[in-house]
């Protein structure tokens, strides 16, 4: 089936420790996402890479990093340096970056920080 | 200016009933404006988007309307089930891009039997 998958679906945490959500997408996708979503608010995009081996910060990548060194397979990172981690993490792929690509989501990472 | 206002927070609507849930934007650069639909414990779906060129859109019992010179758009949700309960997120962007979306705050619409 194709798709995208994020893994794992739970993730705990002690606080000052580093962790690596996962996300993979077999759509032959060239952009993909991070987004994090908290209880009220709105999806909040925190990396995007629009090609292998690029990536761009989006508007709350501070305490996050990520890697794209294969198309189908975007990692993030949630460093120690983030002060809230706790928060449903969702992956996305689309074609391209560009104008009106649909964007397809992944289930997501419910990460808490323990 | 690059914020998406989202109105209700939340929604109870009997079946049969009409959901409707407001967004508000104030960038005029936006010329894309989608709705997503997500269930709980799921990822986001497209569910219906338009553009600033025509004032309604149509997709089965889903009607998204637009007011270019209130900068305002809905999502009416006809004939509602409860297989609609879910949290609907409206967004909006310059050039329709993904990485430039801006999501409202969301709506959780739940459809009583």
């Known amino acids: 089936d194709g798709g995208i998958t994020q893994s794992p679906k739970y993730l705990f945490r002690k606080e000052g420790q580093n962790v690596t959500l996962s996300c993979e997408q077999n759509l032959n996708h060239d952009a993909m996402y991070w987004y994090r979503q908290d209880p009220g608010q709105g999806l909040r995009l925190i990396y995007y890479?629009?090609?292998?081996?690029?990536?761009q910060k989006g508007d709350i990548a501070e305490g996050y990093s990520v890697s794209r060194e294969k198309k189908e397979s975007f990692p993030l990172t949630v460093t120690s340096a983030q002060k809230n981690p706790t928060a449903f993490y969702l992956c996305?792929?689309?074609?391209?970056?560009?104008?009106?690509?649909?964007?397809?989501f992944g289930q997501g990472t419910r990460l808490t920080v323990v | 200016q690059q914020q998406v206002k989202q109105s209700p927070q939340s929604l109870i609507v009997q079946k049969g009933g009409i959901s409707i849930i407001n967004c508000a934007y104030e960038?005029?650069?936006?010329?894309?404006f989608p709705w997503y639909q997500q269930f709980p414990g799921k990822g986001p779906a497209l569910l219906i988007a338009?553009?600033?060129?025509?004032s309604e859109k149509k997709e089965g019992r889903f009607t998204i309307s637009f007011n270019k010179s209130a900068k305002q758009f809905s999502l009416h949700i006809m004939d509602s089930q409860p297989g609609d309960s879910a949290t609907y997120f409206c967004a909006a962007s310059k050039g329709g891009a993904t990485n430039k979306l801006i999501f409202g705050t969301g709506t959780l619409l739940a459809v009583q039997p």
């Open positions: 960038n005029t650069a936006f010329d894309y």
């Open positions: 890479s629009q090609i292998v081996n690029d990536f």
């Open positions: 338009i553009r600033p060129d025509v």
């Open positions: 996305a792929s689309s074609p391209d970056a560009g104008m009106n690509t649909e964007a397809f």
